[in-house]
């Protein structure tokens, strides 16, 4: 069993910069692949960053590439959003998730979930 903690969500005006922080606890989070979804009102949940188990390799969605960078420390048992330049259409809830096949984009590939913290950029 994983259980995953997220944090760090908020108000952040567009233009402006804010991290997430996903802390885990249970078994060895070194074993996991790591990555964070969002879920806006009335849409699906979809992929947003993957990291591998390393740290070496990671995974983006196309609208926050070169935006927003995805870390971990294994050590420390937590991963990381750093958000800037953010935009309206970023806001939505965002959830961490960990599992077993690295950089895997669907929901599918993923089971264990936090409880999702939310981001908001006002228009």
């Known amino acids: 069993q994983v259980q995953l903690v997220e944090s760090g969500g908020g108000l952040v005006q567009a233009g402006g910069s804010l991290s997430l922080s996903c802390a885990a606890s249970?078994?060895?989070?070194?074993?996991?692949?790591m990555a964070w979804f969002r879920q806006a009102p009335g849409k699906e949940r979809k992929f947003v960053a993957s990291?591998?188990?390393?740290?070496?390799?990671?995974s983006y969605t196309d609208s926050v590439k070169g935006r927003f960078t995805i870390s971990r420390d294994n050590a420390q048992n937590t991963v990381s959003l750093q958000m800037s330049s953010l935009k309206p259409e970023d806001s939505a809830v965002y959830y961490c998730?960990?599992?077993?096949?690295?950089?895997?984009?669907?929901?599918?590939?993923?089971?264990?979930w936090g409880q999702g913290t939310q981001v908001t950029v006002p228009s």
């Open positions: 998730a960990a599992g077993h096949t690295a950089l895997a984009q669907q929901e599918n590939g993923y089971i264990y």
């Open positions: 990291i591998s188990w390393s740290g070496g390799t990671t």
């Open positions: 249970g078994r060895t989070f070194r074993d996991y692949a």
